[in-house]
């Protein structure tokens, strides 16, 4: 593994319900007595069932930390894919790919555009296997 990702360290310290040994971010921003569940619920993203691989997860986070926008998590998002194993480019990409999402969501609600119309052509352009 290429780092512990912060998820991965949370969950591991919130084994026992140590929400006291969380990083002071945690423990002093959030209610003492949800922030052991809130840790767990976050690590379990990461744990062994997660079908999502870290570096994929991790540029996923990246994208939504900057279109919230939020400064910590942009922080953090991008250290924890750049320990993932992440490149400059896939971070640029994630970061994108995102701005790009949010635009035409701008675009598509500002004009009010009909979503069962949008739904329907966009699904006709890209039928599902059997659907074709």
């Not at 949800?34 to 991790?58: F, H, I, K, M, V």
């Amino acid at each position: 593994m290429k780092g512990l990702s912060l998820a991965a360290a949370l969950a591991f310290a919130t084994t026992g319900a140590l929400a006291q040994d969380a990083p002071a971010f945690f423990s002093e921003t959030y209610p003492d007595h949800a922030l052991g569940p809130a840790l767990q619920w976050y690590g379990a993203l990461s744990n062994e069932e997660a079908e999502l691989d870290t570096l994929t997860r991790g540029l996923v986070m990246v994208g939504v930390s900057a279109q919230i926008p939020c400064a910590y998590c942009v922080h953090a998002h991008v250290r924890n894919a750049r320990l993932a194993g992440a490149t400059e480019g896939q971070i640029r990409e994630a970061v994108a790919a995102a701005g790009a999402v949010r635009m035409w969501s701008t675009v598509f609600h500002g004009m009010a555009y009909d979503l069962d119309a949008f739904k329907e052509e966009f699904d006709r352009m890209r039928p599902l296997a059997g659907q074709e």
